[in-house]
């Protein structure tokens, strides 16, 4: 075995300071005259000082009351499917059996009546429950205000989407022969940047938690796209792409757009059913 | 009998409140181990619960030989080990599942940082691209990788408690670095950690 792959086994111990003194030694003679291993050996040392950097997420106190109140939760699941304790006070089912077989027939023919009934109340098409009519014109000025937050969230997002697609879907072979200009993207990554902050604003409601959330991890990417290269910056593109893909982002905004179509049509449904009942 | 020894019998006695008060003392401990092997917040928490779940049915299988964190440890890493190779073999499993903030450095609960928006964007950038190395690593490296920097554990305790050899341990911490470095090459020199030549 050559010097340098001797030193280079040392490594790992060398960097958490885990060489004996003997091998501690010999390492730093054989480092003092091998700047290939020296070199090698700075860069896993600054790869684990850039590791330093990580922060470490910081948790509401409530967290861990709640996660130990979880865990008891389940804990006590867990020893009641250890300890079933089956007592059983009353069986319906045993008792129908007991009684004479003609008491049974009347019970089922009963039973089934009261299921008609309730089938035609509540299932027939022309029968409302008697709700109060919605006041269509009175809207209050906060749902005004949380609609147009809405409605610039999904242009936003639907600008976003574009964008993002637009470098998705670019061919990596053709990008490499073409070297293609980025400063389309760029200018519009900066734009988008710009309104972030303010939509970020807008969106501290509890409800639009998601929403947020989806805004921020845009705003990473954005940020990326922002700081390409004008030109052929293929390797700031991939992880573009690969953040985009990790986190799932074009997802998350297409179902953004179907949640808000949905509410949209069961809006619809809702104002139709109200205009029927105005008519009657 | 030591504090450490008295205390280990109440919990194989099936004392709920010695039990309790171990969760009080690991579970930060336990939740980062999980939020680093996993990387989001919601799968950590899972795996942390059901690492204490585990601890609590099998507590009369610890011997108190190893420590109670080192013992908490090792069902931390098997536990995420087993679920790694189970999602991996099932090939249907929603590549991303959107009920998560995955991969998400903060949490719902936390607010947003307040100062120079620009700013913190960029450290969030940075500390977007270490989870990515850090993600990017195999779950057997990044379990090795995580235990040695991020909880110091020493690579003998590391080899005991994953039931390998020290020699595994240094070549799967070996190759950890080596891709970090090369997943985080282009910092060197904006972090100014690049040798002058």
């Known amino acids: 075995m050559s010097e340098c792959s001797k030193c280079r086994k040392y490594f790992v111990d060398a960097l958490y300071d885990e060489l004996t003194p003997e091998q501690k030694d010999h390492f730093n003679h054989h480092m003092e005259t091998c700047s290939s291993c020296r070199s090698e050996f700075e860069k896993m040392k600054s790869a684990l000082e850039i590791m330093d950097l990580r922060e470490q997420e910081s948790l509401p106190g409530e967290f861990w009351t709640n996660f130990q109140q979880r865990l008891e939760l389940r804990l006590d699941r867990e020893a009641k499917r250890k300890n079933p304790k089956v007592v059983q006070f009353f069986s319906p089912l045993k008792m129908f059996r007991t009684v004479p077989r003609w008491t049974q027939y009347l019970a089922a023919a009963i039973l089934l009546i009261a299921i008609g009934i309730f089938i035609g109340r509540y299932f027939s098409p022309e029968s409302y429950s008697p709700e109060p009519v919605a006041q269509i014109n009175e809207i209050s000025p906060s749902l005004i205000q949380q609609t147009a937050v809405d409605d610039r969230a999904y242009r936003y997002l639907e600008r976003s989407k574009i964008l993002l697609l637009g470098i998705v879907n670019l061919d990596p072979e053709a990008e490499e022969a073409s070297a293609p200009d980025y400063s389309r993207e760029r200018q519009v990554a900066r734009s988008l940047i710009q309104e972030t902050a303010v939509l970020k604003d807008d969106l501290t409601d509890a409800n639009r938690r998601k929403l947020y959330q989806l805004v921020s991890d845009l705003e990473v990417i954005l940020l990326q796209i922002a700081n390409l290269e004008t030109e052929n910056d293929l390797p700031a593109v991939e992880m573009i792409r690969s953040g985009v893909d990790r986190r799932g982002i074009l997802l998350k905004i297409n179902l953004e757009e179907m949640d808000r179509d949905n509410r949209g049509a069961s809006g619809l449904i809702d104002s139709k059913k109200t205009e029927k009942k105005t008519k009657i | ?197």
Do not use: C
């Open chain 2, 1 to 197: 009998m030591t504090e450490e020894q008295q205390f280990i019998e109440q919990l194989r006695s099936g004392d709920r409140i010695a039990f309790t008060q171990m969760v009080t003392t690991h579970q930060k401990q336990i939740y980062f181990l999980a939020r680093d092997l996993t990387g989001n917040h919601h799968d950590a928490e899972d795996l942390a619960q059901e690492v204490f779940i585990k601890a609590y049915r099998s507590i009369q299988n610890f011997r108190g030989e190893a420590k109670l964190n080192t013992w908490l440890y090792k069902i931390a890493i098997n536990t995420f080990l087993d679920k790694r190779k189970r999602k991996s073999h099932n090939m249907l499993v929603f590549k991303e599942d959107l009920s998560k903030e995955s991969n998400n450095p903060t949490h719902p609960g936390q607010q947003a940082q307040p100062g120079n928006p620009e700013k913190t964007a960029e450290g969030r950038l940075i500390q977007e691209h270490i989870e990515h190395a850090l993600q990017n690593l195999s779950p057997r490296e990044r379990a090795v990788f995580v235990m040695r920097h991020y909880h110091d554990q020493a690579i003998k305790e590391i080899a005991r408690g994953l039931d390998i050899a020290e020699g595994t341990v240094k070549s799967l911490l070996y190759r950890a670095i080596q891709k970090l470095q090369q997943k985080l090459a282009f910092y060197r020199q904006d972090l100014g950690l690049e040798e002058e030549k």
